[in-house]
């Protein structure tokens, strides 16, 4: 009895570190918190593309949960069983937006922060047959009428964009949440809104065509892409807002696994191959650690709730 006893606990010793070595045995699921074919799923996907340069016999498998402005599949993750083999991608301002309006079933806690991989800065758009061609004078329409103007849901930085120019200048917009970019892109398109806060990558190749314009981004400085649209800042109105995309895995994973996952995560940034396939998909890409997505995330949190205390959704 007494050898089968200390046989039983050598094999339990052993499993497990022959289990991590092994790691992964099985497909990893990578939430993707909205539809496919959106900006964050395409990351999600060439992501894959790269991670099996590294993980050459690895399996990834994308589930798409949309919802909620993120927040389904963010919950999702949070509560995934913490064996390595769930991770997910997270964006902003939403991640945040949802906890600090108390909406969220998960805090920053919830989650081991692997690293960002993309930004998205926002823009304001226009339908191509709009007399609006600047801030100037989408302010003063706005100033006349309550001008209609999509988000992408409640709490979204599109929202939280348009609520920061309410805020600046006495404003007030009849905001339509919608369920995407699909749709706002639909709106803008046949002319049924007067106007669109949304990421640049949604629209650039709308504004590129003809078909609809970009009046201004939301950003520090221009776009390389589109060198022709002044940043708010330029015309008067300092707001500034930015998307992030970047992967997560459930808080509670074995720390051997987490450095594995934060290792890939890395490498693929860094990659060549990732890189020219994301200036192709026109995503842009901000590199982050985890340690300094976490500090983004962490201060990000703090100012929306600043601004939630401030205008409550």
């Not at 490498?267 to 998909?281: E, L, Q, R, T, Y």
Request: net charge positive; aromatic share 8%; with cysteine.
């Amino acid at each position: 009895m007494r050898k089968f006893l200390m046989l039983a606990i050598v094999a339990a010793l052993i499993i497990p570190i022959s289990s991590l070595a092994a790691y992964p045995e099985k497909p990893i699921k990578i939430i993707v918190p909205s539809k496919a074919g959106g900006s964050t799923d395409t990351t999600a996907r060439l992501f894959i593309k790269s991670a099996k340069k590294y993980w050459p016999n690895a399996e990834f498998v994308i589930k798409n949960t949309g919802g909620s402005g993120g927040q389904k599949g963010f919950e999702e993750i949070a509560r995934a069983k913490p064996n390595g083999y769930t991770i997910g991608m997270v964006f902003t301002t939403q991640v945040v937006a949802h906890v600090v309006s108390k909406r969220a079933r998960y805090t920053l806690d919830s989650f081991h922060i692997i690293g960002n991989s993309m930004q998205d800065p926002l823009i304001i758009g226009v339908p191509a047959e709009s007399p609006i061609k600047n801030l100037k004078e989408f302010m003063a329409a706005a100033k006349a009428k309550s001008l209609t103007a999509a988000v992408n849901g409640i709490g979204s930085d599109d929202f939280v964009a348009a609520k920061k120019f309410e805020q600046q200048t006495g404003v007030t917009f009849n905001l339509m949440p919608t369920k995407g970019s699909t749709e706002q892109k639909a709106m803008i398109l046949g002319g049924h809104i007067d106007a669109s806060f949304m990421n640049l990558s949604q629209l650039q190749g709308q504004h590129k065509a003809g078909t609809a314009r970009i009046i201004a981004i939301l950003a520090d400085k221009r776009s390389d892409i589109l060198p022709d649209v002044k940043t708010a800042a330029e015309q008067g109105y300092p707001v500034s807002m930015t998307a992030t995309r970047g992967f997560v895995a459930p808080a509670k994973v074995d720390k051997k696994i987490l450095a594995k996952l934060d290792d890939l995560v890395s490498k693929v940034n860094k990659d060549p191959d990732f890189a020219a396939a994301c200036d192709k998909a026109v995503l842009f890409r901000l590199p982050m650690t985890g340690p300094e997505y976490l500090d983004y995330l962490t201060k990000l949190q703090a100012e929306t709730q600043k601004f939630y205390d401030m205008n409550p959704w």
